[in-house]
């Protein structure tokens, strides 16, 4: 009798996860599925000390390429064909037997693998989750079917990745600072030379050119101590002389800057952080587990931030290379105090508009359009990184405090950093207009 009943608990368990397994039986993947991969990402993103404006750029088309595989099965959500620039219509591959989430999973995976120079850190992450997969009780074949699928998505979005221009650049000539009272120069402690000066010409995702969104112009240079200017300079280093604590705290929070460099002795020692594009995404993922989305929805979500993100790095370093401005490090160590440290070190770019305050006013706008004005939250992104939580009452709040962060930490101006948000919330509107009108629309023709 035992024998039998061993038996027939083996045949219905066959008949559950075995080859005759269908997607409604499937145990579900969630939002924490998401975050913790995206959490993965930007672990090789700090191993591999990924800048800025290129981590926005990997999260985007990651991102897309979970989103896509949904699209073909989930009928809430519409391709990005016909909404994103040049973005092609994703061939949807003829596999059956598969699971529409654990495909959107891999596939991200294999964009993961294939766009960042540490990949193999992604390959070694799949495999612990595939076995992860395989305790949930799902088949070999349901995981072979998933993979083929993924990989089949992959393909495509990478071919998208590489008309982006982006690869070209490394064809540019080498960016020399250049002369000038008032322009940007490589700062301490480790003097990196300029990062990503020719970003503006990779191809926007929803922007029609990296200019679209060109913010009023800096307050000029000026030696004057009476002008608007070093009245402004001098904002930044009284502010570092009478630093609240709170102040303090905030900068730090806020901090992400993947370059910071510490003195060891003889030896400069890198500090690993993250950057400001992978602290939103974690917003992100901290949003959706807590409205309870589901994986669709929350693959939408990480999606269009991501989009976001991409497109308010490509507008904002439009900008940097423009206005050229210096950083206060150098202005006020040549004008004021040759001594003085800001309380963060200084990334190596130009200074206007704040990369932070643009990407976080556009990844604000795009939350807040989700999920409401007042959606409460406790960001704790960055716990294992060394940077305590801290709780916010809305996404725009957490907008200011990071842009106003770089004010307190000594590293922009507050023209910076309030024109940089601004632009940021117009690029955030422009995303949402662009993919949602689009979206519906392509819906509203499909029934």
């Known amino acids: 009798m035992r024998g039998s009943v061993s038996f027939l608990l083996l045949w219905m368990s066959t008949m559950i996860f075995g080859c005759t397994q269908k997607q409604e039986d499937l145990p579900e993947f969630r939002n924490e599925d998401i975050r913790r991969l995206m959490a993965k990402v930007t672990e090789v993103m700090v191993h591999d000390v990924t800048n800025p404006p290129l981590a926005a750029r990997f999260f985007a088309y990651i991102s897309l390429s979970g989103y896509e595989v949904m699209a073909q099965h989930d009928s809430t959500l519409q391709s990005m064909a016909g909404v994103l620039n040049e973005f092609p219509v994703i061939a949807k591959p003829e596999v059956e037997d598969h699971s529409h989430s654990l495909t959107a999973l891999l596939a991200m995976m294999q964009t993961a693998r294939k766009i960042q120079p540490s990949g193999s850190m992604i390959q070694l992450y799949e495999q612990q989750f595939l076995d992860s997969c395989r305790q ?150 901290i949003a959706c587990e807590k409205a309870q989305k589901n994986f669709a929805e929350s693959v939408k979500m990480h999606t269009v931030v991501a989009i976001g993100l991409m497109d308010a790095f490509i507008s904002c370093w439009d900008e940097k290379y423009r206005s050229n401005r210096i950083r206060p490090e150098t202005a006020i160590r040549k004008y004021i105090d040759p001594t003085w440290v800001p309380l963060l070190q200084t990334p190596p770019f130009p200074e206007y508009t704040s990369g932070h305050s643009t990407i976080s006013g556009a990844s604000a706008y795009i939350l807040t359009h989700y999920l409401g004005d007042n959606f409460s939250y406790t960001d704790d992104v960055e716990v294992s990184y060394g940077i305590p939580a801290r709780d916010f009452t809305s996404f725009m709040s957490a907008a200011k405090e990071a842009a106003v962060s770089r004010l307190y930490g000594g590293i922009h101006y507050r023209d910076a950093n309030e024109n940089g948000t601004a632009q940021g919330l117009k690029i955030g509107e422009w995303v949402i207009n662009t993919i949602e009108k689009q979206s519906s629309q392509n819906l509203a023709k499909a029934k």
């Open 136 to 285: 949930l009780g799902y088949s070999e074949d349901i995981i072979a079917h998933s993979q083929n699928y993924a990989q089949e998505i992959s393909k495509q979005i990478m071919a998208y990745v590489k008309s982006d221009h982006y690869s070209t650049i490394s064809n540019y000539p080498k960016y020399t600072p250049l002369e000038g009272k008032g322009n940007w120069y490589p700062t301490p402690p480790a003097y990196f030379a300029a990062v990503e000066p020719h970003f503006n010409t990779v191809r926007p995702l929803t922007l029609d050119s990296a200019s679209q969104f060109k913010p009023a112009p800096p307050i000029a240079f000026n030696e004057d101590k009476d002008s608007p200017y070093f009245r402004m300079l001098m904002e930044v280093y009284e502010e570092k002389n009478t630093l609240p604590l709170e102040h303090r705290r905030i900068a730090s929070f806020w901090d992400c800057n993947p370059f910071a460099m510490e003195n060891n002795g003889h030896l400069m020692v890198g500090l690993k952080k993250i950057s400001p594009g992978a602290h939103w995404m974690g917003i992100t993922s």
